[in-house]
Structure formats: structure tokens, C-alpha cells
């Protein structure tokens, strides 16, 4: 069979083939549709019969090597409700003009691994397979509103400006995964809102140059994988986990293009006819060793976890932490090691003892979005820290004290005290008790001035009563009680008093008590004191 020269068609080419060659040279769209939108679905059951069917290898001829634009024209591929029979196939090839296929059917995988397009728009259409392995794009591409059966694989793609697959729906391939994205690097942003997948989500390595947003998504796990698989994800901007508003009539989202509107929270106020799609992701979330430039944005996320399953923040590093999602029921929330400047958090929103875990992350700011009182942070705290860890107490206490709040700071450090008290030895949590019924370990010093007040009267009362004899004849000062009490109590300092009296039976027991409570007193408050110097 002969290719065709310049503008010359093919004769081999069908009534319907021949139109879609004109309109490529007119850069006009060649649309199949019919007038009953039920027949245009290409989902439908119903066959579209022959003066809509077009074959793959011709569309890869108008591609690849297409006749010359008509002239003042631009050629492209702009085909609306056909079917394309057979596989297409444009593997390593260079695509020049535009291609834009709005809502056509494929009877076979559409296959373009090392292929390099301008721009590729493929809208509504429904699609058995998707293979773009190392795909290249000048501009975007775009697969909003796609039906794909048996998963997208877009591994160590580059996307030069945006990828758009919002509201796609993509079924899982052999292994599990629905998009196979390893690697992909995006030049903008990565809108992924309001699509449902029923397999992995795999973005290992992947690289976005703006945001990836994926509001009102809903994301499934299958087999053994996790629903959203994205470790050392980089994106320059912010991540959206996070809810939308759609049109309740259609589904769709009200805005333009992305296909999204933001969701600002529960008091946002809707627009008549719209509800609110949260974002759920149906089993475990990576995102360990992420980078994120701005925000990482959790607002009313639904993670609806099995036990065992985690939504792992590990080592991440974001500007911004908004972790106002729904309480996870089962499974984990870990964030060992991640580095986040401000964490925005709920209290409703953390999961109870065992399903916390915080070791070595660290934060500078922390602003509770509503009522947050420090009796739940303190929660917070214990429920990350199943067995002592000292670390999680003395951070937040810094954060505290950094933003004036030395009151909260110094309630933060008791806490960690009475959790360390509990791993202690017997003898030591004896006196650790004591430390706290006194003067709560140093950090209430006002309760060891009470204790030294309350004594010196009840000394001063009953000296007053009972003047001692004194040791060296006429060598002593003048008797007050008052000082004489004090002289007891206070260690160190010499007020003139002890020493010159001699106590005897239950005076004497009663002199040497206060001296043993003035010393508890003051090296407990002591130590307190040089515990708050040590953090200042």
C-alpha cells in the first residue's frame, strides 16, 4: 500500500476517513456525534456503527506524517464522538499538530511511549488501556473525564506545561495500580480533582513545578497496595487533599477548567444547587521524604484506613501543615521525622493512643484552628508517645515559650515529668510524687511559697509559746520566734538564730522536721528553677 503524497488521500480510506483527513488540513473539528446525547456516551452498551468508526493506523498516518495544512490554515486533529478501531499505536514518534479527542471510544490501548506531542487533549473518551511510558509533551495533557479499564502508565513521563485528568476514572492493571506515574515530571500543575481510582496511585519520585491538587478525589486501594503511593514526591507549590464543591444536579464542578472549586471549610458558604465532595481515600497513604514548597493541605480528608495501614508523613518537609481532616478510625498517622514550619491542626482530628506516632518531628509555630484547649494538646502529646519519649514534651514546650505563652510551656514540662515518673524505680517515684504534691516538680514555684508561709506561721505560732532555753548562758541574742522559725526553714542563710537554742523532746523533733522540709523545699524549687534556666 502506497503512503500518500502531500495533500493527496489515500483511496483506501472510508467516507468517514476521508472527512477527518479534510478537516485535519482545515485544523477544523470533525465531529461523529449524533443528536441523542444517550447514543454520544461513550460508555454506552449501544454499537455506533460504521459512518462513526475510524481506524487507528489512519489517525497514526495524519499524525505522524499527515498531509500539508490547506493555506492560512494550521493542521490538527480534532475529532469529537468516534470510534476508533484497533490499536493506536504512535510509540516514539514525533506528533507536530495538535491533537484534541473529545468523548470518541477505543476499541484497543492507545500506546505512545517515548512519543513526543505539542499539546494532547483527550476528553471524555473511554479507553481499555493507556501506556506513556517516558511521553513527552511541549504543552499540556490533558485526560479529564476519561474511562479507563485497565490503568494509565505515565512513568518517567514529562509533562511540559500542566496535566489535567480531572474526573477521570481509571480501573486497575494487572498489578494493582490504576496510574502508574513513577518518575513523571510536571511543569506546572497536576490537576487530579474530583477522579476515582480503583488501584494504586503511584507518584515515587514525581515532580510537579506548581500544585497537585486532588480536592474531592476518591482513591482505592486493590490487592496488597496502598491507595496513594507517592514517597519522595517533590512539588514546588502546595497539595490538596482536600474537599470540593460540585453541582449537584450534574456532579461536575461548577468552575472552569480546572474543574474544581475550593473548598474553604465548614462555614464556607455554597452556592444554591451545590454540595461539598470530600476528599476519602480508601487504604494507605505514602508520602515519605516528600518535599513540599507551600502547604500540605488535609482540609476534612476522609482516610478511611484498615488496621495496620498508615498515613505516613515521614520525613516530609512542607511551610505548612493543615491537618484538619475527619479522625482516622483505624489504621496509623506517622509523622517520624517530618520538619514543618506551621502545623494548622484540629483537635478532632488526631487519632486516640496507638494511632500516633511523632518521634522526631518538629515544628516552630503551632495555630489551633478552633476550641483546642491544652488539657487535649496534652492528649495529643500522650497518645503519639504509647511509651515515655521526652522529645514530643520539649518541643512543643519550645513552641510555646516562642510564642509568649511560658504558662502553657511550664504545664507541657510538668506533664513530661509525671509521664517520666511512671518509668522510674520505686524510691524515685516516692519522691517524685512528693515533688509534685509540693511544688509540682519546680514549675508552680507560688505553691513552695505557700508551703514556706504556711509553716512559718504554724512555727511562729508555736514558738510564741514556748520560749527555748538558751546554750551559752547570757551568749545569745534576743528571742524571736518569728526569725528563729525562719532560720529553720530557710537553708543556707543565717539569720542569727539557730544554733543559740536548745530544743529538747518534741521541740526538737519538731526544729529538725522544719529543717528537712525547708531543704526539700528549696532544692525541689531549685531544681525547677535550673531546669527553666537550662531551656531558656
Given at each position: 500500500?502506497?503512503?500518500?503524497?502531500?495533500?493527496?488521500?489515500?483511496?483506501?480510506?472510508?467516507?468517514?476517513e476521508?472527512?477527518?483527513?479534510?478537516?485535519?488540513?482545515?485544523?477544523?473539528?470533525?465531529?461523529?456525534?449524533?443528536?441523542?446525547?444517550?447514543?454520544?456516551?461513550?460508555?454506552?452498551?449501544?454499537?455506533?456503527?460504521?459512518?462513526?468508526?475510524?481506524?487507528?493506523?489512519?489517525?497514526?498516518?495524519?499524525?505522524?506524517?499527515?498531509?500539508?495544512?490547506?493555506?492560512?490554515?494550521v493542521?490538527?486533529?480534532?475529532?469529537?464522538?468516534?470510534?476508533?478501531?484497533?490499536?493506536?499505536?504512535?510509540?516514539?514518534?514525533?506528533?507536530?499538530?495538535?491533537?484534541?479527542?473529545?468523548?470518541?471510544?477505543?476499541?484497543?490501548?492507545?500506546?505512545?511511549?517515548?512519543?513526543?506531542?505539542?499539546?494532547?487533549?483527550?476528553?471524555?473518551?473511554?479507553?481499555?488501556?493507556?501506556?506513556g511510558?517516558?511521553?513527552?509533551?511541549e504543552?499540556?495533557?490533558?485526560?479529564?473525564?476519561?474511562?479507563?479499564?485497565?490503568?494509565?502508565?505515565?512513568?518517567?513521563?514529562?509533562?511540559?506545561?500542566?496535566?489535567?485528568?480531572?474526573?477521570?476514572?481509571?480501573?486497575?492493571?494487572?498489578?494493582?495500580?490504576?496510574?502508574?506515574?513513577?518518575?513523571?515530571?510536571?511543569?506546572?500543575?497536576?490537576?487530579?480533582?474530583?477522579?476515582?481510582?480503583?488501584?494504586?496511585?503511584?507518584?515515587?519520585?514525581?515532580?510537579?513545578?506548581?500544585?497537585?491538587?486532588?480536592?474531592?478525589?476518591?482513591l482505592?486501594?486493590?490487592?496488597?497496595r496502598?491507595?496513594l503511593?507517592?514517597?519522595?514526591?517533590?512539588?514546588?507549590?502546595?497539595?490538596?487533599?482536600?474537599?470540593?464543591?460540585?453541582s449537584?444536579?450534574?456532579?461536575?464542578?461548577?468552575s472552569?477548567?480546572?474543574?474544581?472549586t475550593?473548598?474553604?471549610?465548614?462555614?464556607?458558604?455554597?452556592p444554591?444547587?451545590?454540595?461539598?465532595?470530600?476528599?476519602?481515600?480508601?487504604?494507605?497513604?505514602?508520602?515519605?521524604?516528600?518535599r513540599?514548597?507551600?502547604?500540605?493541605?488535609?482540609?476534612?480528608?476522609?482516610?478511611?484506613?484498615?488496621?495496620?495501614?498508615?498515613?505516613?508523613?515521614?520525613?516530609?518537609?512542607?511551610?505548612?501543615?493543615?491537618?484538619?481532616?475527619?479522625?482516622?478510625l483505624?489504621?496509623?498517622?506517622?509523622?517520624?521525622?517530618?520538619?514543618?514550619?506551621?502545623?494548622?491542626?484540629l483537635?478532632?482530628?488526631?487519632?486516640?493512643?496507638?494511632?500516633?506516632?511523632?518521634?522526631?518531628?518538629?515544628?516552630?509555630?503551632?495555630?489551633?484552628?478552633?476550641?483546642?484547649?491544652?488539657?487535649?494538646?496534652?492528649?495529643?502529646?500522650?497518645?503519639?508517645?504509647?511509651?515515655?519519649?521526652?522529645?514530643?514534651?520539649?518541643?512543643?514546650?519550645?513552641?510555646m515559650?516562642?510564642?509568649?505563652?511560658?504558662?502553657?510551656?511550664?504545664?507541657?514540662?510538668?506533664?513530661?515529668?509525671?509521664?517520666?515518673?511512671?518509668?522510674?524505680?520505686?524510691?524515685?517515684?516516692?519522691?517524685?510524687?512528693?515533688?509534685?504534691?509540693?511544688?509540682?516538680y519546680?514549675?508552680?514555684?507560688?505553691?513552695?511559697?505557700?508551703?514556706?508561709a504556711?509553716?512559718?506561721?504554724?512555727?511562729?505560732f508555736?514558738?510564741?509559746?514556748?520560749?527555748?532555753?538558751?546554750l551559752?548562758?547570757?551568749?545569745?541574742?534576743?528571742?524571736?520566734p518569728?526569725?528563729?522559725?525562719?532560720?529553720?526553714?530557710?537553708?543556707?542563710?543565717?539569720?542569727?538564730?539557730?544554733?543559740?537554742?536548745?530544743?529538747?523532746?518534741?521541740?526538737?523533733?519538731l526544729?529538725?522536721?522544719?529543717?528537712?522540709?525547708?531543704?526539700?523545699?528549696?532544692?525541689?524549687?531549685?531544681?525547677?528553677?535550673?531546669?527553666?534556666?537550662?531551656?531558656g
Amino acid at each position: 500500500m502506497s503512503e500518500p503524497h502531500d495533500d493527496e488521500a489515500p483511496e483506501w480510506l472510508s467516507a468517514t476517513e476521508l472527512g477527518m483527513w479534510q478537516a485535519f488540513r482545515n485544523g477544523s473539528t470533525y465531529d461523529l456525534s449524533v443528536p441523542s446525547p444517550l447514543l454520544n456516551d461513550p460508555a454506552a452498551a449501544g454499537p455506533w456503527g460504521e459512518h462513526r468508526t475510524v481506524r487507528a493506523r489512519v489517525i497514526a498516518l495524519l499524525l505522524l506524517s499527515g498531509p500539508a495544512a490547506r493555506p492560512g490554515r494550521v493542521s490538527a486533529l480534532k475529532l469529537r464522538g468516534a470510534q476508533i478501531s484497533g490499536s493506536l499505536d504512535l510509540a516514539g514518534g514525533n506528533v507536530e499538530p495538535y491533537v484534541e479527542l473529545t468523548y470518541c471510544r477505543f476499541e484497543r490501548e492507545v500506546v505512545l511511549p517515548e512519543c513526543h506531542f505539542t499539546t494532547l487533549r483527550m476528553v471524555g473518551c473511554v479507553i481499555p488501556r493507556l501506556e506513556g511510558a517516558r511521553l513527552r509533551t511541549e504543552g499540556d495533557l490533558h485526560l479529564p473525564r476519561c474511562r479507563i479499564a485497565r490503568g494509565i502508565r505515565l512513568t518517567d513521563a514529562q509533562i511540559g506545561t500542566d496535566l489535567l485528568i480531572s474526573q477521570i476514572s481509571v480501573r486497575p492493571d494487572s498489578n494493582s495500580r490504576a496510574i502508574a506515574a513513577d518518575g513523571m515530571s510536571v511543569g506546572q500543575d497536576l490537576q487530579a480533582e474530583q477522579i476515582e481510582t480503583y488501584g494504586e496511585f503511584s507518584l515515587r519520585g514525581a515532580k510537579v513545578g506548581g500544585s497537585l491538587m486532588l480536592r474531592g478525589s476518591r482513591l482505592r486501594a486493590a490487592g496488597e497496595r496502598r491507595a496513594l503511593n507517592a514517597p519522595q514526591l517533590t512539588v514546588e507549590r502546595s497539595l490538596y487533599l482536600t474537599a470540593a464543591v460540585v453541582s449537584s444536579a450534574t456532579g461536575h464542578a461548577n468552575s472552569t477548567p480546572p474543574y474544581g472549586t475550593v473548598y474553604t471549610g465548614a462555614h464556607a458558604t455554597l452556592p444554591p444547587g451545590t454540595e461539598i465532595r470530600h476528599f476519602e481515600c480508601y487504604g494507605g497513604v505514602r508520602l515519605d521524604d516528600g518535599r513540599f514548597g507551600d502547604t500540605v493541605d488535609l482540609l476534612q480528608a476522609r482516610f478511611l484506613m484498615a488496621a495496620g495501614e498508615e498515613l505516613s508523613l515521614r520525613r516530609i518537609t512542607a511551610t505548612e501543615l493543615r491537618f484538619q481532616c475527619e479522625r482516622p478510625l483505624e489504621g496509623r498517622v506517622v509523622l517520624n521525622g517530618a520538619k514543618i514550619t506551621t502545623l494548622m491542626d484540629l483537635s478532632t482530628s488526631w487519632p486516640g493512643p496507638g494511632g500516633l506516632a511523632m518521634g522526631g518531628f518538629t515544628y516552630e509555630n503551632v495555630v489551633p484552628s478552633g476550641h483546642f484547649p491544652l488539657t487535649r494538646r496534652l492528649e495529643w502529646l500522650d497518645a503519639a508517645t504509647p511509651e515515655y519519649s521526652p522529645e514530643p514534651y520539649e518541643r512543643l514546650a519550645q513552641v510555646m515559650r516562642n510564642s509568649g505563652e511560658d504558662a502553657d510551656a511550664r504545664e507541657v514540662l510538668l506533664a513530661k515529668q509525671r509521664r517520666r515518673r511512671e518509668t522510674l524505680p520505686m524510691a524515685a517515684k516516692v519522691w517524685g510524687y512528693l515533688q509534685d504534691w509540693t511544688v509540682a516538680y519546680g514549675y508552680r514555684p507560688g505553691r513552695a511559697a505557700l508551703w514556706m508561709a504556711m509553716l512559718w506561721a504554724a512555727g511562729t505560732f508555736a514558738f510564741a509559746r514556748h520560749a527555748p532555753e538558751p546554750l551559752k548562758g547570757a551568749e545569745h541574742p534576743a528571742w524571736n520566734p518569728a526569725l528563729y522559725v525562719l532560720d529553720l526553714l530557710v537553708p543556707v542563710i543565717n539569720l542569727g538564730q539557730d544554733g543559740h537554742w536548745r530544743t529538747e523532746g518534741g521541740w526538737q523533733w519538731l526544729a529538725a522536721g522544719m529543717v528537712m522540709i525547708g531543704w526539700i523545699l528549696a532544692t525541689t524549687v531549685a531544681a525547677g528553677a535550673s531546669r527553666l534556666l537550662r531551656r531558656g
